[in-house]
């Protein structure tokens, strides 16, 4: 069973793969997306990217979202350790969709509630009273 990737490196380092969804496991108390990346050299190395918690992501991101074959695009906060994994920032899919931290699309109205600052690892609230819109995903 899967376990939290924690602890991650150094604040503010992040990483960018694109590659083959293997499996998106929605459960508590963290998410899980594994990802197969070509290397340069032809291997494939598999990272396991620590998502949210499924209560975090309810309403927009279900077990449909993310299905094996995806072709994904993940920006992550890397591992102390240097393996192959870390901890969900935003993931692109082929068709442009981008996804957050949180679940949230880009452009839907929880990406106007938050910001994360990498440097800190802090998520501040931006104004939870203000006005909402939603656009579609």
Known sequence: PKTSTAPAAPAGQTVTIEGELVQFVLRNPH?????DVTEKDGTKTRYVIEWAAPAQLAGKVDRDTLKPGDHVKIVYAPLKSGE???TF????????????MFGGYSGHFLSDLWSYNPTTWQ???LDPIGPRRRVAP
């Open 31 to 35: 998410s899980f997306v594994d990802v």
């Open 84 to 86: 192959p994994g870390g």
């Open 89 to 100: 920032l935003r993931a692109t899919l082929k068709d442009g969709t981008e996804m957050v």
């Open 123 to 125: 998520v501040k609230i």
